[in-house]
């Protein structure tokens, strides 16, 4: 059972994204504005969302009054086939450009779709490319395709495209890859060069195209081969969903928040709050997916120029599926659709872009009186917001969770296709890589994520805390460590943006703390606040000075704080497409200036990812790998929130199977 929200008629809250008539409204105000003769495309449209303090107020957090707030579009046009690019403020209210700056030179915006459509259909028909693929065994160009990647020459809009074979229409096209690349240049619609991979510890001057198919559809392994063994699940709620959806605000188990999405964040919550008794308590202003990078570990060329920011290069919304009822979701589902600009500023339509439902999460708590044998068991629920992302090769499942003691995460489902490289005969992947299959190399890389955490933990001004736990320091005999076992936190509180630069740390068990100092727990003596972790914080290992590095410095801590501003989004810049590394765009260009993080309007930004050193059961299709973040209450209630909650029974579950639960 499903329901779809779309656009409402009612006035659009001053957080909803963009419509579709106010994207045509936008695009019809600049291309008056450009006039008839100039040649562009429009890169990007999404909602310029208001300055935080005026929607604090909006939204009654702060006692002051807000008269107005105008709806404003932000839109990146690129000039074809210059490739200058221009960012203009759209007043849709006063139906006005309100501010227009030129981009520096050098800085190229987020690539659309059709680019990608463009770039393939002109390399597939480059007469160079037509010979490397003779010389490679391959005269049949209709099964050639193009993966274009960010690559080439720094602060040009760039690509240095990765070729497979595809032997049939539904083919993994990753077991069959060529030996060169493609150097093509989006802005004047030309491949500007070929280059063919050197060999290493090869007698062979050229790797010939795998051609052994290696598949994982069901139609192709045979449903023959398919296991018999697995028995149905249903999953039920008779009784319809315990969330109410108002047009993009969502009511839960005590939570509320608000729902948008964007071409290149994706999901995004706004105005998350909890209802503690009769009072409602705000937790979080805004949280998204920021940025990400992929390094990958290859040193040689062509391969070291392999780094995907698959959120400021590529989009993460516009790379997101229609989600499909018992496939990407299970259960009773509400979905909402996301309506984006395509690079005529003409509205797209994503349906059933985001998914909300709920699940059983397992125990929730639980106690057994080993005296009287009473147990009283309450299994836990959490609400789940998704949307999946399929870039080129890799699919992501993103998921916001919410659960009924307080906690919220964000967990990435890793999965797809790895992308890959051709071996030749007597070529060895190891040590950057492993060979998954003859002649097929699977290279080393990492995944960070960068979450931007807009918090107002019980109101507009917080400060964040490291917490190391570690071991006494007194030694063993000393009066307050008699027998040697003491330990305890040690919290470090950020004064200022120059401080508030934390690594993970496993060694001293480190976590860190978003706080108001202003309110005290009456209890613990301690400011109220939650506690923040990682599920996954590797540390970054290309080395500083390497093009990755200095583009993708954000991600070279686990933690950044800074102070908010408005036009701080996106931690490796606005306009980041193959950003020159000397330019140091975003973080590193925010903190130049210290300013002081403790008890202000901050910002947190969390890296976690994965380093996935390939295995061979990665191939033909990678199962789940998963990593994420954790937000917990600490010292922010007065008890468990969530015992209220009611001890599970048959009914409530209908777990019919045994009648071992009470009320």
């Not at 200058?84 to 659309?112: C, F, Y």
């Not at 007698?203 to 045979?222: F, S, W």
């Not at 954000?554 to 800074?562: D, Q, S």
């Amino acid at each position: 059972m499903t329901q779809t929200t779309t656009a409402i008629s009612a006035p659009p809250h001053p957080l909803d994204s963009l419509s579709a008539d106010e994207i045509r409204r936008a695009a019809a105000i600049v291309r008056e504005a450009r006039g008839s003769k100039a040649t562009y495309m429009v890169s990007s449209m999404m909602l310029k969302e208001p300055r935080r303090d005026i929607m604090m107020s909006y939204l009654g957090w702060t006692p002051s009054k807000v008269a107005r707030i105008d709806r404003e579009a932000l839109v990146i046009l690129l000039d074809k086939p210059s490739g200058r690019v221009h960012e203009l403020t759209v007043n849709l209210t006063m139906g006005a450009i309100s501010r227009w700056d030129k981009v520096p030179e050098g800085q190229q915006p987020t690539i659309q779709t059709e680019e990608f459509f463009e770039a393939e259909k002109a390399i597939v028909n480059d007469p160079r490319v037509i010979e490397q693929c003779r010389l490679s065994g391959v005269t049949d160009m209709t099964k050639v395709h193009a993966d274009p990647w960010g690559g080439g020459h720094k602060g040009r809009r760039l690509s240095l495209a990765i070729l497979y074979l595809k032997t049939s229409p539904d083919d993994n096209l990753y077991a069959h890859p060529f030996d060169f690349n493609v150097l093509y240049d989006f802005s004047q619609k030309k491949v500007l060069d070929v280059i063919v991979a050197k060999r290493r510890n090869s007698k062979y001057a050229r790797a010939r195209v795998p051609l052994e198919n290696h598949q994982y559809l069901p139609e192709q392994i045979g449903y023959e081969r398919l296991r018999k063994d697995i028995k149905p699940i249903h999953i039920t709620q008779p009784e319809g969903v315990s969330f109410t959806v108002h047009g993009h605000e969502v009511d839960w188990q005590k939570w509320r928040f608000r729902v948008s999405f964007n071409y290149r964040e994706g999901l995004v919550l706004h105005n998350i709050s909890y209802a503690d008794g009769n009072k409602r308590r705000p937790i979080l202003y805004r949280i998204a997916l920021s940025e990400m990078v992929v390094p990958y570990g290859n040193p040689y060329e062509p391969y070291n120029e392999k780094m995907a920011f698959d959120v400021g290069e590529y989009g993460m919304g516009m790379m997101s599926n229609s989600l499909e009822l018992g496939c990407d979701c299970v259960g009773q589902i509400h979905y909402m659709d996301a309506t984006l600009c395509n690079g005529q500023g003409e509205p797209i339509l994503i349906p059933n872009a985001i998914c909300i439902h709920e699940e059983d999460a397992g125990l929730l708590l639980k106690h057994t009186d080993f005296r009287t044998g009473r147990a009283h068991a309450v299994r836990s629920r959490r609400l789940v917001l998704s949307h999946i992302v399929t870039a080129a090769n890799y699919d992501y499942g993103l998921y916001y969770y919410f659960y009924q003691d307080g906690t919220i995460q964000y967990e990435v489902k890793a999965t797809g296709e790895l992308n890959t490289h051709v071996l030749a005969k007597d070529e060895k992947a190891a040590p950057y890589g492993t060979s998954v299959v003859p002649g097929v190399d699977g290279q080393h890389h990492q995944h960070f994520f960068c979450m931007r955490i807009d918090p107002m933990v019980d109101g507009p001004f917080n400060s964040v805390a490291e917490v190391d736990v570690v071991a006494s320091d007194l030694p063993v005999g000393h009066k307050d460590n008699a027998v040697g076992n003491a330990f305890y936190p040690v919290p470090r509180v950020f004064d200022n943006t120059t401080d508030a630069m934390s690594v993970a740390n496993g060694e001293r068990n480190r976590f860190w703390r978003i706080l108001n100092e202003n309110c005290e727990h009456p209890w613990a003596k301690e400011p109220v606040g939650f506690r923040l972790t990682g599920q996954g914080t590797p540390s970054f290992l290309p080395k500083p000075g390497s093009v990755v590095y200095e583009r993708a410095r954000f991600a070279t801590k686990t933690l950044w704080v800074t102070r908010y501003d408005p036009d701080q989004i996106f931690p490796a810049g606005m306009n980041c497409y193959r950003s020159n590394p000397d330019d140091h765009l975003g973080i590193p260009q925010w903190l130049k200036e210290t300013k002081n993080v403790r008890n202000k309007d901050i910002v947190c930004w969390f890296n976690f990812g994965l380093t996935h050193v390939v295995r061979v059961e990665d191939f033909p299709i990678m199962p789940v790998e998963t990593c994420g973040i954790t937000l917990k209450p600490e010292n922010f209630f007065m008890g468990n929130p969530a015992v209220d909650v009611p001890g599970s029974n048959k009914h409530s579950t209908q777990s019919a199977y045994a009648p071992c639960c009470r009320l």
